[in-house]
């Protein structure tokens, strides 16, 4: 997973806001034990956006923090499913999440307003505004929206599919595996006359 996340970051590689990030979130929580579920996403994507940051020439901004914050939230929800549901339940808990990613980093940016965009004033139009089309000179949010789901369904779908894919493989050896140690019933000699 960390791999095929690592991958989806590069500069230019997907369309924007098109990661395996809400999926690494997600099924960290739901598939890696509780300390891990923490620990190797959040710092895979720590050491990533330090990547990002020296390759675009600026310093982490204190405002990337809502992002984290949204990670922690998918690692809360893959946390709260369990690994044994249904692949699709599974697949739409990672397309819940990434919409709760979604609502929090652009309810973040219209709250903190860190690049001081006169267009998000304080009153539900502006928040609309940071959920639908955004500010000015940049793409509207909703294709933030759209690549996040359809990342999000995907990167899922691939990593849920390749979890149960594994645990069927596992299920078929151990099965296998008991049907050759069980002992062969003998039937008993017949008696002649």
Not at 34 to 49: E, F, Q, R
Not at 177 to 183: A, K, M
Request: net charge negative.
């Amino acid at each position: 997973m960390l791999i095929v996340f690592a991958g989806t970051r590069w500069p230019g590689l997907m369309p924007m806001n098109f990661s395996a990030a809400y999926a690494l979130a997600f099924c960290a929580g739901l598939y890696f034990p509780p300390k891990l579920a923490w620990l190797i996403p959040l710092g895979t994507l720590a050491v990533t956006d330090l990547a990002l940051n020296a390759y675009y020439g600026y310093w982490p901004q204190w405002y990337q923090l809502s992002n984290y914050l949204g990670y922690a939230s998918l690692i809360g929800l893959g946390q709260w499913m369990s690994k044994k549901d249904h692949w699709t339940k599974l697949i739409g808990g990672g397309l819940v999440g990434a919409c709760l990613f979604y609502l929090i980093t652009n309810t973040m940016a219209w709250l903190l307003n860190p690049f001081e965009n006169k267009e998000y004033t304080r009153d539900l139009s502006g928040w609309l505004l940071a959920l639908t089309t955004g500010t000015s000179g940049l793409p509207p949010t909703w294709m933030f929206l759209r690549n996040t789901l359809i990342s999000g369904g995907l990167f899922t779908g691939l990593f849920v599919g390749a979890a149960k894919w594994m645990e069927a493989r596992e299920t078929a050896a151990e099965e296998e595996s008991d049907t050759e140690n069980e002992p062969e019933d003998i039937e008993p000699e017949k008696a002649t006359v």
